[in-house]
C-alpha cells in the first residue's frame, strides 16, 4: 500500500519534471512478456521508462540494475526493492560461479518485463557504447520474449551525473519495433542489430 | 472584472462559438472523411477555448493572478526553448540559473513594479552571469554558441515575454484601474493577426513569402492578415488609452513585429529540423508556436505607451 503510493509519487514528479511524453513507433503499449533495452546515461533512466508505461503494464515490468548502487542506503534498497521490484546484478562479485544472468531469465520464467541497459554503465556522451553481451544471451535463452527498443531522450540533460537538482527539460521516450534473436544469428551480428535499432530511434542522428 | 472586460470576453466568446459552428459544418460537408486541414482547424479552434478560458479566470482573479500566468507561460516557453538547443554536461550551472534564479526573479522584479531593474536585469546582469556560470566547467567545446543558446531562450521566453504583465505597472493618467486592458489589447491583436493571416493565407495564399523560413506563410495571408487585424486594432480603441488612429498604426506596429517573431522563430526551429516547439497545445504546437509573435511585440508595445503615454 505504502509502496505504491511511493511509486505514485516517483511517477508523478517524474513525468512532471519531463512531460514525459511516451511515443510506441513500432509497437504499441500491450500486456505481452517484453525486454525493454534502452540507452542509459542517468539513474533516473528506468524510473522514466517505467512512468512512460501505462500503469497496467508497469506491475510486471521490472528494472535490471547494478547491486553496488542501489545496495548503498537503506532509501535505495527500499525503493529499489520495495517500490520497484527491481532484478539486482552484482557486477563486480568475486565468485566465480556467480551467473548474473541467473536473476534475469528467474524473472522472465515467472513471466515478467524486464527493463535493461545493454550499455553496462551510464554512458556521458552523446550516442550510444557498444553492447554487452547479456542482451544477446538473453535473447537466446528466451526467444519468445519479444525486445523493444527504448531510446530515452534528453534525460541526461535533466539530471547529468553527480548533480542533485533536476532541470524542468522535456523528455521523449520512443519505443520502437520488437527484435527477435534469428535462428543462426551470430552473437556479433545481434548485438550490432539490436544496437542499431536503439541508435535509430534517437533524434539527433537524424 | 469591470463592464468593458465582460464585453469584451462575451465578444471574444461570440467569435469562438462562430468559429466553431464554421468548423464544425466544414467537417460535415467534408463527409466525415479525414482532413488534416479541417481537423487542424478544429483543433485549434477547440485550444483556442482552453487559452481563452484561462486568461479569462486570470483576468477575473485579478493582477497577481495574470502575473502568475505569464510566469508560468514563460515557463513553458523557456522549457521547450532549452529542449531543442542542446548544451552541454558544464552548461548545468547556467541552466540552473535560468530557471530557478533569473526566472522567477524577473517575474518578482514586475510584481514589485521595478522598472529600473527589471528592465534591465536579464540584457545586463543575467547575460554576464550565464557565460561566467558555463566557464566554470572549463569546456570550450562551442563555447559561444552554448553561452547564447541559454542568454537567448532566456531573452525570448522570460524577458520578453515578461513584458506582457509589465503593462500593469504604467501608470496612464486617466487610464488608472484599467491595465489589464492593455494587456487585453496587445494579445488580442497580436493573436488575430496571427489567426487572419492563417485565414487569408488558407483562403487566397498563391505567393510564399519567405520559402526556406516558413513555408506555410504567403504574401496573400501577411497582407490580408496584418490589415484587418490593424483594422480591428483602431476599432479597439475604446479599451486603450489612444484614440482611433493612434491605435491603428500601433496594431499595424506590433502585428509587423509579431510576423517578424514568427519567422525568427521558425528560422531556429528549421536549422533544429523540427515543425513545432512542442506539443502542448492540441494543433498549434508547444507554447512557443502560439507566443513567438507576442515576444516580438510585448517590449516595443510597452516601451511605446511608457514613452508616450505615462
Same mark, same amino acid.
Given at each position: 500500500?505504502?509502496?505504491?503510493? %511511493? ?18 513507433? !513500432? ?16 539513474? &533516473?533512466?528506468? +524510473? ?15 528494472? %535490471?540494475? &547494478? ?15 520495495? +517500490?520497484?521490484? &527491481? +532484478? ?22 515467472? !513471466? ?37 527498443? %527504448? ?6 540533460? %535533466?539530471?547529468?551525473? &553527480? ?12 519505443? !520502437? ?30 | ?74 515557463? *513553458? ?14 552548461? @548545468? ?33 543575467? $547575460? ?14 562551442? $563555447?559561444?554558441?552554448?553561452? =547564447? ?25 486617466? $487610464? ?8 487585453? *489589447? ?11 493571416? @492563417? ?66 522563430? =521558425? ?44
Amino acid at each position: 500500500m505504502f509502496e505504491s503510493l %511511493v511509486a505514485l509519487g516517483i511517477t508523478v514528479a517524474a513525468r512532471t519534471i519531463t512531460g514525459a511524453r511516451s511515443l510506441w513507433l !513500432g509497437s504499441s503499449p500491450q500486456a505481452v512478456q517484453r525486454i525493454y533495452f534502452a540507452n542509459h546515461s542517468s539513474h &533516473g533512466d528506468f +524510473v522514466l521508462l517505467w512512468a512512460s508505461l501505462p500503469p497496467a503494464l508497469r506491475r510486471n515490468t521490472r528494472p %535490471v540494475a &547494478g547491486a553496488d548502487y542501489w545496495q548503498k542506503s537503506p532509501i535505495r534498497r527500499y525503493i529499489i526493492n520495495r +517500490v520497484f521490484n &527491481g +532484478v539486482l546484478i552484482d557486477r563486480d562479485s568475486s565468485d566465480p560461479a556467480y551467473d548474473p544472468l541467473q536473476p534475469m531469465l528467474k524473472a522472465l520464467e515467472a !513471466g515478467d518485463s524486464l527493463i535493461i541497459f545493454p550499455e553496462g554503465t551510464r554512458n556521458l556522451e552523446d550516442g550510444l557504447l557498444p553492447f554487452k553481451s547479456g542482451i544477446y544471451h538473453l535473447a537466446w535463452r528466451c526467444r519468445q520474449v519479444e525486445l523493444i527498443p %527504448v531510446w530515452i531522450a534528453n534525460l541526461n540533460r %535533466v539530471m547529468p551525473k &553527480g548533480r542533485v537538482l533536476p532541470l524542468p527539460l522535456l523528455c521523449t521516450t520512443s519505443f !520502437g519495433a520488437p527484435l527477435q534473436l534469428e535462428y543462426g544469428e551470430s552473437k556479433e551480428d545481434f548485438l550490432s542489430r539490436s544496437r542499431e535499432a536503439l541508435l535509430a530511434l534517437d533524434p539527433e542522428q537524424h | 472584472m469591470d463592464k468593458q472586460t465582460q464585453m469584451l470576453f462575451a465578444g471574444i466568446g461570440a467569435i469562438l462559438i462562430l468559429a466553431s459552428v464554421i468548423g464544425r459544418v466544414l467537417k460535415w460537408r467534408s463527409g466525415g472523411t479525414p482532413n488534416p486541414v479541417i481537423d487542424n482547424l478544429n483543433a485549434r479552434i477547440n485550444a483556442w477555448w482552453v487559452m481563452v478560458l484561462v486568461i479569462g479566470i486570470a483576468f477575473w482573479l485579478g493582477q497577481w493572478a495574470v502575473i502568475l500566468l505569464f510566469y508560468a507561460v514563460s515557463f *513553458y516557453a523557456l522549457r521547450e526553448f532549452l529542449t531543442l538547443t542542446p548544451t552541454r554536461r558544464s552548461d @548545468y550551472p547556467a541552466l540552473v540559473a535560468a530557471f530557478y534564479l533569473a526566472l522567477p526573479l524577473q517575474y518578482l522584479l514586475i510584481a514589485a513594479d521595478w522598472y529600473g531593474l527589471f528592465s534591465i536585469f536579464i540584457p545586463v546582469y543575467v $547575460f554576464l552571469l550565464l557565460p561566467i556560470l558555463a566557464s566554470l566547467g572549463g569546456d570550450t567545446t562551442r $563555447f559561444l554558441e552554448r553561452a =547564447s543558446k541559454v542568454q537567448w531562450g532566456l531573452m525570448i521566453a522570460v524577458f520578453c515575454v515578461s513584458f506582457v504583465p509589465a503593462l500593469l505597472t504604467l501608470d496612464i493618467a486617466g $487610464f488608472e484601474g484599467r491595465n489589464l486592458l492593455l494587456i487585453a *489589447y496587445l494579445v488580442i491583436v497580436v493573436q488575430l493577426s496571427d489567426v487572419l493571416q @492563417y485565414v487569408c493565407g488558407k483562403l487566397f495564399g498563391k505567393r510564399k513569402i519567405a520559402p526556406n523560413l516558413s513555408p506555410s506563410k504567403t504574401v496573400e495571408g501577411f497582407v490580408g492578415g496584418v490589415a484587418l487585424a490593424s483594422l480591428i486594432g483602431g476599432c479597439l480603441w475604446f479599451i486603450t488609452p489612444f484614440n482611433f488612429w493612434q491605435s491603428m498604426l500601433i496594431a499595424l506596429l506590433i502585428n509587423l513585429l509579431g510576423f517578424a517573431g514568427g519567422i525568427v522563430m =521558425s528560422a531556429i526551429k528549421r536549422d533544429r529540423g523540427v515543425k513545432d516547439w512542442g506539443h502542448m497545445i492540441e494543433g498549434h504546437g508547444g507554447m512557443l508556436d502560439r507566443l513567438d509573435s507576442v515576444c516580438f511585440a510585448a517590449p516595443i508595445f510597452f516601451h511605446l505607451v511608457r514613452f508616450w503615454w505615462a
